[in-house]
Each structure stands twice: as C-alpha cells, then as structure tokens.
C-alpha cells in the first residue's frame, strides 16, 4: 500500500475501466487513480491485480462471465458479437469459467466478475430470459457462498453492439427478479442506456435494487464527460449518491485528449458529489 492518504472522492465509489487507459503504464495509471480519489478498477489483467491493490485500488469487477467474439471483418466496430447466457449451448463453457473465477475473485478478496446476455439471433424475450436463469441458477449458490456477485450487463443494439438482446432494462430486470438473488445484478450501463431509452435518473430509482455497479461514459461517442455530452452527469451522479447506491460507478470512456488522465481527474471531479 502506498503511504499517500486517500483523496476524499464525494459520495460515490468511483472506478475506472483499465482497457480505455490501456496505453498508460500500470504503476503511472494506479498512483493517479489513489490520488484523484478513485477506488476500483474494472476489468483489468489478472497480472495486474497485486499493483493495483498495493495503490490502494480494488479490482472490482473481473472478467468471467461472457465475452465477445471478434469484430467481422471490415467492420469499425470494437467487439463482435457477445457470447452469453442466452443460448444454453454456451452454458457449460460459462459455468465453467464462472467456477474458476468466482475462486479467484474470493482469494482475492474481490466483490464481483462481468456477465453477459449474449445476442439475440432470434429468441424472444420470454425465451431469452428463461435461458438465461436455467444457466445463471447453476452458479448462483457458489457465488452466495463466496460473497461474489455476478454483474449482466446491458449494452446497446443501436450503435454498438448490433442484435444484443440484454438492450433495455426492463430485460435484466426479470432476470434478476427471477433469480432472486443478491449476488446476481445488473450493470447499469448508462452510456449505453441513454442510447437505448433514455431516462436515467428515473429508471434508476425504480431499478437500483437490481443495479449492482454502473457504468458511465459520453453521449454521443463514449468520450469524456464533458460539456459536449448530451446527459447532465453531474445531475445523474447526484441521483444516484442519494439513492445510497454502495456500488461502484466506473469510468468506461475512450479518452481523444493529448492528455488522458487531466482528462480523468476532470471526470472524476464532475462524478464527486
């Protein structure tokens, strides 16, 4: 652990996503986030989760529960398609991953790993949801015994992620209610949700028992947030500070300034309520 004293970041846990910063060297990159304030890390290397640590910093949400294939071929687009719990014929490979994830993440004392719906190619809702509480009630009691959770994340099918069927939040919300577990929840990808229907704060409020970490990132472009966005992010990290959310709220923006982590500091300070 660093002797440095821990920056108070307002209310809120804030995290960041390690793959928009990829470029910036592991030691650089957690001394900034302890003194900005910042206490997690999504989705970083297993090979760097003991630097972070040592910064005070909490690798809070680890891979483990879904993924992408690669982007076809021509494509501008970053990910291909998702491969998750809505197909049954990927549930034996995703048990299997959760199982030794879940191990990892409770000797290291971390809170949570990423899921996935997967895409729809097809399926109806009702046939989507079901599939997808067969497959994730085979891990939950491992992850009630442990204290891991399982964060499902909702993306968008507009821009970035074409036939995801887990678009909207009414969707991972019957999954959860259905598993009826507080290890299984929801990333509230807000980037992604102002894209598909909008209405942050409200759907929030009427959502954040099933919400277990949120996301945040600029709208249009997944940039900074700034005052080229069209959310008032200020006004949603209230919101969500009121709610009494515990959760963590991670950066996941792709920086396009000379000067990525001034940029940071200036979306954490917005994010401190």
Known sequence: M???????????????????????????FYATLQELGVVGVDLADESEWDTAQHYGITPCMIMG?????????????MFGGAIGWNDPANHAALIESMQLQIAKAAQNGLPAIIGLFGDRQGRD?????????????????????????????????????????????????EVCR???????????????????????????????????HIHVAGVPGRHEIDERQEVN?????TAIADLGFSGYVGHEWIPTGSDPLADLARAVATLTV
């Open 178 to 212: 259905r598993l009826g577990s507080a290890n299984v929840k929801l990333v509230y990808d807000a980037y992604h949700m102002q894209i598909m229907e909008g209405n942050l704060i409200s759907t929030l409020r009427q959502n954040i028992d099933y919400i277990g």
């Open 2 to 28: 660093s002797d440095n004293a821990p920056v108070n970041a307002g209310r809120l846990r804030q995290s960041v996503a390690r793959w928009c910063f990829g470029d910036i060297p592991a030691n650089r």
């Open 65 to 77: 529960g879904g993924s992408f294939g690669p982007p076809p071929i021509g494509s501008d687009r």
């Open 125 to 173: 809702d009702e046939t989507g949801i079901a599939h997808c509480v067969a497959g994730i009630s085979q891990v939950v009691p491992l992850l009630e015994q442990h204290g891991v959770m399982l964060a499902l994340e909702l993306l968008n099918s507009r821009v970035d992620h074409p036939d995801y069927q887990g678009d909207n939040s009414a969707f991972g919300v």
């Open 233 to 237: 992010w200020r006004a949603v990290a």
